[in-house]
């Protein structure tokens, strides 16, 4: 008879590195199972793939035991690691921030085959492009009219961004020079002001 699965738990763990510690301690502590069993299950099946963020579906059976499938590590962080990224872009695809191959497109559609809803490579490889678009990592040999284009914009906005520091300068310098001559016409004329009360107090 099938055993009852009473939780499903989703973590994504550095391959190998798995410890009783926060997060999976944290997270899988009140399921009630084996921590340390847990951890050493995991990292012998995930050694081979040091390196990796890789996702793992833990099931929790109703005897507090459990099992586990690993899934493959997420696009994004696979797409960083080819790119040599730290950290993706902030304005998504309206910002490239690095580029990769189709070669490296290639490679990371296939490890993501069996988790992608996808049938062949070339489908899995658009899917791969689509978040690697979002991230603002470009892919050359398919991206290049796209690349070509926001080098473009690129250059024609820090054109535009260089013209404006250099009027705002300007800007600041006539300003400093006004604030300079003002003072000393106030100064005049108040201490003029000032004599011609006196002098009429005096009389």
């Given amino acids: 008879m099938a055993k009852n699965i009473t939780k499903v738990i989703k973590l994504q763990i550095e391959a190998g590195k798995a410890t009783p510690a926060p997060p999976v301690g944290t997270v899988l502590g009140p399921a009630g199972i084996n921590l340390q069993e847990f951890c050493t299950r995991y990292n012998d099946a995930t050694r081979d793939q040091m390196g990796n963020v890789i996702p793992v579906v833990i099931n929790i059976y109703e005897d507090r035991t459990f099992d586990f499938v690993l899934k493959t590590p997420p696009a994004s962080v696979l797409l960083k690691k080819a790119a040599n990224l730290g950290k993706a872009s902030a304005k998504g695809a309206n910002q490239v921030v690095a580029t990769i191959t189709k070669d490296d497109l290639r490679k990371i559609a296939e490890i993501k085959l069996p988790d992608l809803n996808a049938y062949t490579i070339e489908e899995a490889m658009n899917i791969v492009e689509g978040t690697a678009r979002n991230m603002g990592i470009a892919i050359k040999g398919v991206n290049d009219a796209e690349?070509?284009?926001?080098?473009?914009?690129?250059?024609?906005?820090?054109?535009?961004?260089?013209?404006?520091?250099?009027d705002l300068e300007q800007m600041e310098a006539d300003a400093k020079s006004m604030a300079e001559e003002t003072p000393e016409v106030e100064v005049s004329e108040q201490s003029q002001a000032t004599e011609e009360s006196e002098e009429k107090t005096e009389e």
Avoid: I, P, T, V
């Avoid at 690349?147 to 250099?166: D, F, P, S, V």
């Fill in 147 to 166: 690349l070509a284009e926001q080098a473009a914009e690129a250059q024609k906005a820090a054109e535009e961004y260089a013209k404006m520091e250099a």
